[in-house]
């Protein structure tokens, strides 16, 4: 009996740490690494900024974990410290400890769209009209000040100030949320949100450069329709465009706008795909993917198998988001 005893307690105690150590994964993971006490997501690979880019990531994992009191400190913490007052959008980046913590007072519209969503997507979970009223002001924000029509397209500039150059107008691929927007549409029926799939999709098509065919972090639309590189950024497909097939594959995980990306990736070993391409250079980064940025390359390979929630302890703010969108993604799309 004594013996008996004994390995139950063994086995209680095998049980507990199995558990403790699955808790400590995923969301948890992230909770405990990058979040704050009062709700505020740090960028570790960039000072411990916070933008609403990570407040929205944040929000909608909490979604998506059913952890609404973790989701009310990250809308609390975001409406008090980043919310405009003046047009219902929000600050874009928040500076710890700097006298204006929000001293660029333009807005990132992916940030805001992910804001809105998360809250929309809060609000059918836990039946909370006050949530679906606030995303629906910051849609009608989106709308007013960052949704444009040019060349025939409809699109959604970068942010409200300084992406018009009035002969052309900068872009930012990786910011065409195609699956926010095509919740927004369900929600509200207007047809904004469905121009921008359709004309962010017709875009996408004409952002193929170099050899790679792979489009940039940052595009210029000109006032005939074509793309081009935008002049004064990098002439990369990188940290900000490696979002770009995540974002396709959430809206539709058959869609032919994959292909460019397929098609790259496929020449490379999986753990030896370069994490960028310099396209116009037609060169590769000297260093692979990895992470985050290497789950969406199997996501988007349809490789499957390697993806998972669970966090390395090397892992900072950025490739730890994509790495749990990614997961998201591919779990609510089965």
């Known amino acids: 009996m004594r013996a008996k005893g004994w390995w139950r307690w063994v086995l209680c105690f095998m049980v507990m740490a199995v558990s403790t150590q699955a808790a400590a994964n995923g969301w948890e993971t992230f909770k405990s690494r990058f979040m704050t006490s009062d709700g505020r997501i740090t960028d570790t690979a960039n000072n411990n900024v916070s933008h609403t880019e990570g407040q929205g990531y944040g929000m909608l994992l909490a979604v998506a974990n059913d952890d609404r009191a973790t989701f009310d400190r990250l809308w609390q913490w975001t409406r008090t410290h980043l919310r405009n007052p003046q047009n219902d959008l929000f600050y874009w980046r928040y500076t710890p400890g700097a006298d204006d913590p929000v001293a660029d007072k333009n807005n990132a519209s992916d940030g805001d769209v992910l804001l809105a969503w998360a809250l929309q997507r809060g609000a059918q979970k836990w039946q909370r009209e006050d949530y679906q009223q606030a995303s629906e ?3 009608r924000a989106i709308v007013k000040l960052n949704v444009i029509t040019f060349a ?11 992406f018009n150059k009035n002969s052309y107008i900068v872009l930012n691929p990786s910011y065409f949320l195609f699956a926010a927007w095509q919740a927004f549409a369900q929600r509200s029926h207007l047809q904004v949100w469905t121009r921008l799939i359709n004309d962010g999709t017709d875009l996408l098509s004409k952002m193929h450069f170099g050899q790679t065919g792979l489009p940039l972090d940052w595009v210029a639309l000109n006032a005939d329709g074509s793309a081009a590189p935008a002049l004064g950024y990098s002439n990369r497909f990188s940290y900000d465009a490696i979002r770009i ?10 869609s032919q706008a994959l292909a460019p990306f397929q098609r790259v990736w496929q020449g490379y070993d999986r753990r030896q795909t370069p994490a960028w391409f310099d396209v116009l250079a037609n060169t590769p980064a000297p260093y ?15 490789e499957t198998g390697y993806l998972s929630d669970n966090l390395s302890s090397d892992q900072n703010y950025f490739s730890a988001s994509l790495q749990l969108l990614t997961w998201l993604a591919s779990q609510e799309k089965r």
């Open 245 to 254: 097939p995540l974002n396709i594959w959430w809206y539709d995980p058959h």
């Open 152 to 162: 025939d397209h409809t699109v959604m500039l970068p942010g409200a100030q300084g």
């Open 137 to 139: 002001r910051i849609q």
């Open 288 to 302: 692979n993917l990895g992470g985050g940025l290497l789950a969406i390359r199997d996501l988007t390979m349809s």
